[in-house]
């Protein structure tokens, strides 16, 4: 790697980590956005939301970004602002992991709660309300407003430029969709680059944008929670299907890849990797799947990785946790395999 002066210059080549495997040769492949600067994808379209707006003129030398944010934005556009002389402004639940916001204040980032303490429900609209009133009512204010903001599904294109570089084709794109940006934007950039995939999204049980009955769920980061409003980044006329996780069987996933391969994955991407898992025989063989693992575990070690946590919300499920080990032995790719006969 080049020596580089800013911390976004470390945004984007990140690692293709192979998975899974079948006999007829269909792959999942994991593209593991942990790697870049605050061990999350959305510092990609946290720097795209700001160049665009210093494009378009809507933010000034010394200007005052405000965000509403679960975590992962919010340390993006902190990276961001500490390199571009803005301040930082995150408005945020407690339902957000409390390591997240420790580093965004640590990179110099304002948070302004919607809740009190104690109160860790998910307040998305809420937050989105406040964050909007906070701008208009400020010159030289700008509300990022990412799941409305074209910027955000444009900051993936390099994703799917990086796959492109690592494999020959993505035949199935198979994601988390919080925004939707990760998801519909790398799956745009594919269409463009003459692969278009087979595009699957994945949320919570008890999320609404596919559908279905709304309630309450874990899964960071993730879904649209009833009340809030579908972000204009979720591009349906994409979308080829629709798949609904439980925080169970999300989490479980999450807790068995760590413990059976030493890779920390996010709560949210467990969610994915579940869904590749449990279909991987049923794509057509020598499919190429790719799941966007949008940040690494150790966020989440007061919470998924937490076994008091988990017992407390009755999400623990140690036969759910052995199902997915068993899975991920049974599609160990090749060169796996004698490790794990070895260790028999």
Not at 123 to 141: F, K
Not at 274 to 302: A, H, N
């Amino acid at each position: 790697m080049p020596l580089v002066t800013r911390v976004t210059d470390l945004i984007g080549r990140t690692p293709l980590f192979e998975l899974a495997a079948t006999d007829t040769g269909t792959r999942l492949l994991l593209k593991l956005e942990q790697f870049n600067p605050t061990g999350a994808a959305k510092i990609r379209m946290a720097r795209e939301m700001v160049l665009d707006a210093e494009r378009r003129g809507l933010l000034k030398v010394g200007g005052h970004i405000i965000e509403s944010t679960s975590g992962n934005t919010g340390l993006g556009l902190a990276v961001v602002a500490a390199e571009r002389g803005y301040r930082f402004t995150a408005v945020v639940d407690h339902h957000a992991c409390k390591d997240k916001l420790r580093a965004m204040r640590a990179m110099g980032a304002e948070l302004v709660f919607v809740a009190d303490d104690g109160d860790d429900s998910l307040a998305t609209s809420a937050r989105e309300d406040l964050a909007e009133a906070m701008a208009a009512a400020e010159d030289g204010a700008y509300f990022t407003e990412q799941h409305n903001n074209d910027a955000n599904a444009v900051g993936y294109h390099p994703v799917a430029e990086e796959l492109l570089e690592d494999v020959e084709r993505v035949d199935i794109l198979l994601s988390a969709v919080g925004t939707g940006g990760s998801l519909f934007g790398t799956a745009t950039r594919l269409r463009q680059l003459g692969c278009p995939p087979r595009v699957i999204g994945v949320e919570p049980v008890g999320s609404i944008a596919f559908g279905g009955p709304g309630g309450p769920y874990w899964q960071s980061g993730t879904g649209t929670p009833p009340g809030a409003t579908i972000g204009t980044a979720v591009d349906y006329s994409l979308l080829d299907e629709g798949v609904k996780v439980s925080d169970t069987d999300a989490f479980a996933t999450a807790r068995a890849v760590a413990a059976e391969l030493g890779l920390m994955i996010g709560g949210s991407a467990g969610g994915s990797v579940f869904v590749g898992l449990e279909r991987l025989e049923q794509f057509p063989p020598g499919s190429t799947v790719v799941t966007i693992v949008c940040d690494g575990g150790e966020k989440y070690l007061d919470t998924v990785f937490d076994d008091t946590w988990m017992a407390e919300r009755e999400l623990l499920a140690p036969a759910a946790e052995e199902r997915v080990r068993e899975l991920l032995r049974r599609y160990a790719p090749a060169a796996r395999r004698p490790q794990l006969a070895e260790a028999r």
